[in-house]
């Protein structure tokens, strides 16, 4: 891509700006950074290439169907989806304690905190 990578928000949620609501907004940014910390850059385009194509979820829209996102999250990465979650809930409470109370963004932080609790629930460490 000249000029560098285009992230989900802005003009590529397909929405005038004025469209797109700050809650939906900021949980545009949290998901990107949160995969951009765990995969990096190249390897979270990659992962927002399948979100859309395989998963069926546009990334502009995400907010509307936080459990769906985690779906389409376990579908493509499996177990390792539990980290990519755990690093979206890091970056979506910060995003919270500075904006204050968003309904959608709390909202949605509360489903992934959910699965990231059910995805430690659910593995069991073993030694040797």
Do not use: W
């Amino acid at each position: 891509m000249p000029g560098g990578r285009v992230l989900f928000g802005g003009n590529r949620t397909g929405l005038p700006d004025k469209e797109v609501s700050s809650g939906n907004q900021a949980i545009i940014e949290c998901v990107e950074k949160g995969l951009i910390n765990t995969l990096g850059v190249s390897a979270e385009a990659g992962a927002v290439y399948f979100i859309e194509l395989n998963g069926g979820l546009r990334l502009s829209r995400i907010s509307g169907n936080p459990d769906g996102f985690v779906e389409v999250l376990r579908s493509i990465f499996g177990r390792g989806s539990a980290e990519l979650l755990k690093a979206i809930s890091k970056e979506l409470r910060v995003k919270e304690a500075r904006l204050g109370r968003d309904k959608l963004l709390h909202d949605f932080a509360a489903v992934i905190e959910r699965a990231v609790k059910s995805a430690e629930g659910g593995s069991i460490s073993r030694s040797g």
